[in-house]
Each structure stands twice: as C-alpha cells, then as structure tokens.
C-alpha cells in the first residue's frame, strides 16, 4: 500500500497567503504577511498584539482534508517578543460547530526556527454538539495565541502540515534491554521480568550507569517508569532512533520506590535511563509508558475499564452517559457530586467515594443492582441513591455539614435487609460495605470545558486507623469503625474487592497515578438499617464530628419556606421542581458568585447572573442578589463596558458580547423595581451610567450615512452574545432587544434619584433606539423573505427561544411586528410537537426553550405554556433530582457534552416561567395574575395561593380556587400598590365570563376572559 503523503498547511516553498485570514479578540490584533526567508521560500508572518484578560488571535486556513488514522501536527517556528503566550492548534469539523485543540502554555518562541511537533494523543476535544471522538474530516485549521495578562509580538510559520504516522506506534513494547555494566548475575535483561526478585544492578567502579529500552522500531511512548529495590536513584531520560543522537527528555529526583520519567514528547526507538554519576542503582522493573497514558488518563484506563466485569469501573469510562446531583452547602466555594450509581466525588477534580457491597462470597456492584434516586422530601437540595437486590437495601445519601467555607460533605450509608428471603428469617445477617477511594471522577472525560473530567490522578495515600488521606490533602474519614483499611498501587488495584477484601498497604506512592484504597466495614443486620457514616472535610477548620441529617433538612426547609409560591397537591412535580431549582441556584453559588454550573461552568456571567439573581429575588431571596451585582459591578471596563464573564480567578472574559451592558442595568433597576432599595441604586448608579454610555457610544458606530436606509441601522455591532454565533459575529437582536430595555430603566432610574435632565437624554435615546430597532426587525423580515421574527440580521435566523426575551424580560413585544412574532410562536408549536412525535429529526435540545413558556403566556396561550413545562419536567436529568443540563440528549447514555448539571441558568429561566404563570408585569403598566394557570390547579383545593409575591408595585397576596363548577373566587391582598395599568385577572377556566362579583358587588362581565381591577379585593368569576 502506498505511503500517505503529508498534509501540507503552510510549506515555506509553496505558501500561498491568500488561503490564510487572522481575526482577534476586542482590543487585540493581528495581522498576516508573506516574508522572504533567508536562503531561500518565504515564511507566513504572523504579527499579533493581545490586550490580556482573555485576549486572543487567530490565523485560519480553510480546506476541505480527511485526516489520516494516525498522525501528528508538526510545526516549524521561530518568533520575536519574550511575553509567554498559550500556542494553540485547532482542527475545525465540515460542519464548524465541533473543534479540537491541542495546547502548550507558557510558548515563548525563539529567534531561531524550532520544531514542535504536537501528537495524536494529546489532541483533546474542545467544544461542539459532537462532545468528543475525534475527527475524521477537517474543514478549518487554526493556529491560535492567547493570553490572559497581554502579548506583543511576531510568530514566522515556516512550516506547518499533518503528518500520518503507523497506527502500530501507538503499542510501544520493549523488544530488548542493555545496560551500561552488569554485576553479576544482575543483568539488564532483568528489568523485563514480572518478579521482584530479580533486578539490574550497574557493575562496581560503572560510574556513569546508563539502562536502555529497545522497542524494536520508532514508536512514540509517554515517559519509562522504573522501580527501584532499596534507595531511589536520581536519573534522566533521553531516547533516540539511531543510538548516536540523544534527546533528553525529563528528569527525576528518586523518592519512594517507584518513580515516572513523564513526558509528552517521547518518540523514538529507544529509551535510556542515566543514574547520577557514581550511584549504584538496583532497578527491579522498568517499562515505557503508553503516550495516551501520561497525556490523557481518561483515554486510557478506558481500555482497562472495558476489559474489567462491569460494574468495577465507572459507568462513565465504559462511553455512557451518568447524570448526577449537587452536594454541599449553601454558597460553598466546594461541593461534591452524588453520581446516579452512587459515587460519591469530594470536589472539583478530586476523588470519588465508591461503594460495594459484599455477601456470602459476591460482590454487589453498580451494575448488580436496581437503583432510584430521589431528593430529601422531594425537593430540598440533599441527594439519595438507593440500591435494591433481591435481599439487601443500600441508600447513599450526600450532604454537607457546617456552614459554607467551614463545611464538611458526608457520605452516609444505609444498608439494611429487605425482601424477606431466608436469610432474613434466620436473623442476624453479616454483610461487608466496602468504600473505595477512587482516582475517577464522577464527571466524566468529555464534559471537559473549564475542567479535566474522567480521572482524578491519585499518587499518595496513606491509611491510618479511620482515616484516607489522599496526595498529602484531602482526608475521608470513616466515623463509624472500620473493620480494615489499606491502600494497594495501580499495579495492584481493588482486584480483592471481588473476595470482600481490601488491600493492606498504609502507605502507597504511585506516580502512574492510579492509586487506590478502601475501607471495609462489617455489618450485623437486624430488623433496621446500619449506618455508616465518611466524612471529608474540605476546609481547614471545617469540624470532623457526628453530622445531622436532620439539621441539614432542617436548615434548606426554613431557607426554602421563603418562596411565595404553593401549589396543589395534583401539581407536586411542578411545586418541587420550583423549589428544587432554587436550591441548586443557591448551592452553584460559590459566595456572591451566581454561577451556573458546579463543573464546567464555576464562573460568573451577567447574563446569567442578573436573569437568575432577580428570578430568585422574586422568590424571596433578594439578599443573593444584591450581593451578586455588587460584587460583578467593579469588574466594569474603564470605558463602561461590563464583560460577559468573570472567572474563579477574576479574571474577565474579553469576547465580544454586546448584551451585558444592558443587563447590568436592567438588573439594577428590576432590583430596585422588586425590592425598593434606593441604596442600592444609588450606590451603583455611576455604574449604570457608565454602561449606558458604553451603549451609546457603540450604537453611534451604526447611526453613520454608510449605514442608513439598512437594516443594520441604529443596533449595536456584531457580537458573540448568542452561543450560535460564536464562529461569526453578527447583529443580534438580542444584544438590541437588552441595549433599549436598560436605556428606558436608565431613564426611569434617573427619574427617581431626581436627575431630570438625565432622564430626558435618557428617553431620548430610548426612542430612538426603540424606532431603529423595529424598523430594523421589519427590514430583516422583508430582506430574508421570512414571515417570522429573526434571531440576527445577517442571518435572519430562526430562533424564538431567543426571540422570547422580547418578552420577558425586555418588555419589547410592541416593537415587534404582530402577525410576525404571532408566526414564531405558532411555528414553535408545530415543530415541538412534531418533536415530540418524533416525525421530526432531534438527537438534542436545550432546555433553555422554557423560556418560551413565559412568551406562550404573555401570548395567551396558558395550555401550551403549560404542556411544555410539564414536558420540560417530565425530561429532567433525573426527574427526581429535578435539575436539567445545558442540552438534552435524546440518547440519554450517549457520551455526550451537556454543559453542566444541575444548570442554574436553565432552572432560574425555569423559575421565571413559573412565575410569569402566577403573575408578571406587562409593558403596560399592568400586573396580569393567573395568565399561566392550569384549570387543574385552580379546581383542586385549596387552588393556588401566593403569599409575599415581590412585583414591581409590592408585595402580592392572592388565592386563587374554584368554589364550585361555575365558580372561581380571587383573592387579592399584601402590601400591593395599586399598577398604573390596574391588575388583570385572567380566566383560569377556558369558558367564557357571565358576570364577576367584586367585593360582594355582582356586574356583567365586560370580556369574557379577564377582569381589570383598580385595587386588590375578593372577586369571583362567574360562569
């Protein structure tokens, strides 16, 4: 067969530039050029500047290419600038929403041409639908520089291409060992035997002792391990193809008995290990690593997890999906993850605790058992995995103990007999419950954004009595007694699990990183559970004492009690759903962070941050967010831009996304609207100010003559703001739709602190915009030839889930041509339901399409709005932990990325829609009440009550309940100011209105669906 060629990107003899385009982050640069190379070809320049905080530049070929079956990148470069930059190559699928990377921080180019050649293995998955694999077919590559505290400088690709490689070097073996001397019967050859009797040892007066591995052919490899009999040895680790030629490759200072040469970058024929000069090393093993290995873990122990019986590995390392939910207390900056199987992850890349059972010679895995999962009273954010065999029960149960940063995360085990079988009638029943401390996270590998899932490297764990310590942090600590403990290596592993032991070393050091331990407890069952509990503390300070389930209960009901909202019985999934996701907002929350993930999304968003932190202020929990927008606000750029993002770091997310100035100030004044506190709008006023005039001035970019009479007149500039744009900026709507709802609150803010004049410029502008805007929606409508409302301009997009926030929250309907956004919505419809039939294609959803319930609403369509929330439910991921991922997959087990879980953002729009059923402001002026409920609700006593409901008049009370089959009876109460546009009270009952008794007054109905009141009072709808 043929040899494949190499695919050639940039040759310095054949370069074309014109096949190359650059673009940059907001604030940076760059800019490509063709240069003449000394000697001979030219060099693609590559000139950049990055502003920091984020900041990155990007050089693009476009192609169409198939990649080969095994291959590597290879790079030649030389640059000018001493700023450390991330070098990045990314490879771009046909359809351009899936990419891969590989990376190498700190790059800092020499003068001189260099190679860098960049592998296979360490090719991991960026972001994308496909959620990992790896691609077949390529229709981009680019070459990518990022930096976080700012660059300048110069890169010259001299070369560029992708090179195929023999799949076969992926299996490197050792054919052969020499050595430099030999003592005795000590020969090199030893290294490759199993038994640890045998060893190499270098020849008295050998002193510069060298060992070396043949592989027999050239084969890429990720470093040797070596183990030593006796005192370590310091050594390095060099490999060549021809033995003459030497490339050093890593360096070890010897400690403990075994010890990993780790390198990406090892490729060659052989591998030599040089000892220190004078030492006499006693070498009992020594191997190469596989590259996969010391590149991707996860990759790797996948093959041995797929080798195993199933149910001793992780679900997850088998390719299929397991969901999981939150544990930990109330604004921790750590929390762990409950797996659905019952593993138990401490913290954020940190080790899981696995359980196990063990009875009359079997051993009860994952994979043995049936298993359910369920929530402390249905709703309070405390998670519960149960097992059930035939004759045995075990419930796993996590939560967190202390308050947060001093908390404590418990994992509780309850075992007990059930079924009734013999053995439970012979009465007392012996069982061992063993918990593993594991290197395998309950996040799997391919949930990989912000984050390293799947494994979690384990290479130091010392037992002592009842306690776990693990890599010389984290300690599990068993407070019931454990009948054993010990710690095996990776070579070991748990394989005495599968006979009810546990390994019997105290202390295990494993650079390989797979270490493991186990405790083992001995159980008496009777006529009721045992429990065991093993506590991780995950602060310092943080108490090691008998935790309480019970105040733990105790503490998330009270804090939870607070939510206005109490729904019938017939609506219990939807009653625990609300609370459920206010309790994992506030659990994501690392202190006044509102984040909207544990994992991959632990960093803050103002978009996320003010549509959730007003969603819960709504429910009752202003504090939370008061506390986000004062913490977010000081991030604000000098020229009064609020970024999109903020990270652990606080370090701000430089894309463009030209929403946030809005929703800073939207946010504050809804928060001003909701809660009355003038302080708080004082306080961050300036701040407001600035992004208004951030808004102003990036509009005036498209107020110009070159854009007048087009549709792109008077809207802010292109932006990322909508995930779907990230690869091409556009004019999004939904930047537009944010930009006027902030500029009509900064007008009404100014009205309240008494700045007259503000106000009017502020009004001004908002007219104007608001004019633009929907010229602008008219003109894309017509350009596009659609009969619906577009998601951008330049697209003319289909996309009503982003549409809604027209709606609510920025009050924009009337902007919007009617008979247009009546079409998004009924289009919407059909294809859900054609969705949901399956006579339309749809591997995978987001569930932020509950946005769109609230816009039904407002709408007027309560039985659609309703059916989808119920539908929204009914798809939870799991439906009795109540929570949602970013997307949904219609394969639930398919190893898929799905952007965090529980996702706050999803559930706070969750909470929002529920809300808007109940009551929601309208652009009016008015307060609308009952618009969303179902008759079901209404018919079943005690109906619907609210109680402290915040709205933008005060507080809301209201029952809500049918007193008879042509009956309903409203009544309105609280602290609620009386709306400029009165209160409406929609018809729960879809039959029309005979006539309304309000206040003992009987009155013909004048419509057949609604009541408009002037003040709160008892009324009842006749039928």
Known sequence: MAKERALELWSSATGAPGQWTSNAADGSSAQLAIEPRDGGGSALRFDFTLAGHGAWVIARRDLEATLPPHYVAVLELRGAGDDPVELQLKLVDPSGANVWWWRRAGFVPGAAPSRVVLRRASLEFAWGPASGGDPKTVRAIELALASDVGATGTLWIEGLRVEPRDPEERQPRVQAARASSQAGEHVASSVLEPAPTTAWCPAQGDTAPWLELDLGRTAEWGGVVVDFAGEPVDCRLLAS???????????????????????????????????????????????????????????????????????????????????????????????????????????????????????????????????????????????????????????????????AERSTLVARYEVETVGGGESSVRGARRVRLLVAVRPFQVNPSWQSLNIVGGVAPITRVECTGDTIRVNGGPRAIALSPPAAVGAASSTEGLAGLGEGRVPEAALVEDPIGFAEAAFAFDLELGSGPVVVDVVVPLHDGAAVTAPSLEEAVAYWRERLDRIPIELPRGAARMSDSLRASVAWILVNREGPRIQPGPRCYRRSWIRDGTLTGTAIAEMGFADEARAFLRWYAPFQLPDGRVPCAVDRRDVIDQAVEHDSHGQLVWGLVEMYRLTGDRGLLEELWPRARAAIGAIEKLRATRTTKEYRGNARFGLLPESISHEGYASHPVHSYWDDFFAVRALADAAEAATILGDAAEAKRFGALRDAMRNDLASSVVKTIAEHGIDFVPGSVELGDFDPTSTAIALDPCGAASLLPPAALAKTFERYWSELEARRRGDMANEAYTPYEVRTAAALVMLGHRERAAALLDWLVADQRLEPWCSWPEISWKERRAPRFFGDLPHGWVASSFVRAVRRMIAYEREDGALVVAAGLPAAWVNEEPGVRVHGLPTHWGLLDYTICAAGPDRVRVALGGSLRTPPGGIVIRSPLDRPLRSVVIDGDERPASRANEVVLHDPGVVSLLY
């Open 241 to 403: 193809d021809d033995g003459a030629s030497w490339t050093p490759l890593a360096e070890s200072s010897g400690h403990g008995g075994r010890c990993w040469l780790r390198t990406a970058d090892g490729e060659g024929r052989l591998a030599r290990l040089e000892f220190a000069k004078g030492s006499s090393p006693r070498v009992t093993r020594a191997d190469v690593v596989p590259l996969e290995l010391a590149v991707s873990p996860s990759r790797y122990v996948t093959a041995n997890a797929r080798q195993a019986p199933r149910g001793r590995f992780p679900r997850h390392l088998l390719g299929e999906q397991a969901y999981w939910a939150i544990a930990g207390a109330d604004g921790d900056s750590k929390k762990g993850l409950l797996g659905e199987d019952g593993a138990l992850e401490v913290d954020a890349e940190s080790f899981t605790l696995e359980p196990f059972l063990w009875e009359s010679g079997k051993l009860w895995t994952w994979a043995d058992v049936e298993k359910r999962v369920s929530l402390a009273e249905g709703h309070l954010p405390i998670p519960t995995v149960e097992w059930r065999t035939p004759e045995l029960g075990l419930r796993v149960t996590a939560f967190a103990a202390g308050p």
